[in-house]
């Protein structure tokens, strides 16, 4: 009898050990994975997200979560609206589990700034921050974009002014240097220690690479556009005028580059 009771015992631990292995062998839990084309990130970049997650069955269910700040999120895409940290979460679900991975990117804030002469100085000012239009149609001169940069123990901004010529479509395009006026091209000046007439030096008969205006972010509102402004090189010729004279006085030349990323306001 307590032999008949023993191997009774031990095909039950069989059976036991044969269910649990072919429980094992039949489960198909799947296995997150994706990458991001990029992680060398500024604000308002956009990566895009390339999926290598798995599952041997049916998939029910592929989801993103973000943590962190403001995004937009379309198709396999993430355009990143702060700075700062985010955390972008996958998680893969089918009839046998569920599994999860995530990557975590740093988006630095743009580095809005001119060099000059190998300095490098950055733009805005407390009072204007952004690179604004400013018109001066009444002074008899044109509409144009205005940007300022405070200088370390300088009692004015030093201004830079770029004049892209649009035609009929927005402004973002690359434009080519001329100061002929023709659409598709820009001229540039700068004033250092701008203030009005009162400055330290002025600009005249200069010359550049190409111009990028970019629209990196359509908002709501048009006030609320990001655009992206590059110049990678241009020779400034730089003096005074002689007012008695009629003529510019040129001193020497300047090398000018610029980077800028953000919104460009109103006239005011």
Not at 44 to 73: C, H, K, P, R
Not at 244 to 268: H, M, Q, V, W
Request: aromatic share 10%; with cysteine; proline share 4%.
């Amino acid at each position: 009898m307590k032999q008949k009771i023993k191997t009774i015992l031990l095909i039950f631990t069989m059976a036991l050990v044969v269910t649990s292995c072919s429980d094992s062998e039949d489960s198909n839990p799947p296995k997150a994975g994706f990458t991001l084309s990029s992680t060398d990130l500024i604000r308002w970049d956009s990566a895009t997200i390339s999926n290598s997650s798995f599952s041997s069955i049916e998939t029910e269910s592929l989801t993103y979560t973000v943590t962190g700040g403001a995004y937009e999120m379309e198709n396999n895409s993430i355009q990143f609206l702060d700075s700062g940290s985010y955390t972008i979460t996958q998680t893969i679900k089918n009839a046998d589990g569920s599994d999860s991975t995530k990557i975590t990117v740093d988006v630095a804030a743009p580095k809005n700034a001119y060099t000059l002469d190998d300095e490098e100085l950055a733009i805005g000012t407390t009072d204007q921050p952004n690179v604004y239009w400013y018109d001066g149609t009444s002074q008899g001169g044109t509409l144009y974009l205005r940007m300022l940069g405070n200088v370390s123990g300088q009692d004015n901004p030093n201004l830079i002014k770029l004049l892209p010529v649009a035609g009929p479509n927005p402004i973002q395009a690359n434009y080519t240097w001329s100061d002929s006026g023709d659409i598709g091209t820009y001229d540039v000046g700068m004033t250092a220690n701008y203030a009005g007439f009162s400055y330290d030096w002025t600009t005249d008969g200069d010359k550049g690479e190409n111009l990028s205006i970019k629209l990196i972010y359509k908002a709501s509102s048009s006030a609320n556009n990001i655009y992206e402004i590059t110049l990678p090189s241009y020779t400034l010729n730089y003096g005074n005028y002689n007012w008695g004279a009629g003529t510019f006085d040129i001193d020497g030349t300047k090398e000018l580059s610029i980077f800028y990323r953000g919104k460009i306001d109103p006239s005011n």
